[in-house]
Structures are given as C-alpha cells and as structure tokens.
C-alpha cells in the first residue's frame, strides 16, 4: 500500500512559477514509476508527465513540455513537478499517482496507475 499526500499548490499569476511535491509512504517507493495528472471539474483527467522508478525517464505532456519538469529524490520518497510560466489554462487540481513499474515505459494512462493522492488546487490568474 502506498498513500500520496501532494502539496505546493495555490493561486499565482500567469508566468510565475509553482512546484508541487507529492510524499508517498512506504519503503518501496524507488519502485514505482510516479506521474501527475491534472483535472478539471467535468472534465477527464488529464496527463502532465511520468518518471520511471529510477528517475533517468521522463515524458511529458505536449501542452507542458519545455515549461514542467518532473524529478524525484528516492531517498526522500518524494516526486516534484516544477511549473514553470504558468498560464490560466494550466489552472486544475494536481494529482500525483504511482504504478508500480521497473520498467521505462512511459506511463500516460490513468487506468494504468495503482495509487492516487488527494490532489492540490493550483490556480493561475491572467
């Protein structure tokens, strides 16, 4: 069993800056490939990025690449998403997920992940 608590999000401007860290418990942690998706009300949940269990994978969805960076310290049983010139349209709630995978696939499904956390709201005005 593993739990996620997300945390870092909340109400900035267009083009600054925000980074999310997702804390999961468990002693196995660098064995699991980690993602965060994003959600609107009513809307499907939406792929951000992935990295595998060891960290030397990542992906990215278009709509983010070249503006996110996903990264995680095992030793910290932490994954982090940095947000870098936000727009209004990146505004959601940000859930982090773990599958448990030692592969390198990227993994951009939802269905595909085991674990979710509560998720935190960013917002990000005009």
């Known amino acids: 069993q593993v739990q996620l608590v997300e945390s870092g999000g909340g109400l900035v401007q267009a083009g600054d800056s925000l980074r999310l860290s997702c804390a999961a418990s468990g002693r196995t942690f660098s064995s699991y490939a980690m993602g965060w998706f994003r959600q609107a009300l009513g809307k499907e949940r939406e792929f951000v990025a992935t990295?595998?269990?060891?960290?030397?994978?990542?992906y990215y969805a278009n709509s983010v690449k070249g503006r996110f960076t996903i990264s995680r310290d095992n030793a910290k049983n932490t994954v982090y998403l940095q947000m870098n010139s936000l727009k209004p349209e990146d505004t959601d709630v940000y859930y982090c997920?773990?599958?448990?995978?030692?592969?390198?696939?990227?993994?951009?499904?939802?269905?595909?992940?085991?674990?979710w956390g509560q998720g935190t709201q960013v917002t990000v005005s005009s």
């Open positions: 997920a773990a599958k448990y995978d030692r592969t390198l696939y990227p993994r951009r499904i939802a269905d595909e992940y085991d674990y």
């Open positions: 990295i595998s269990w060891s960290g030397s994978s990542t």
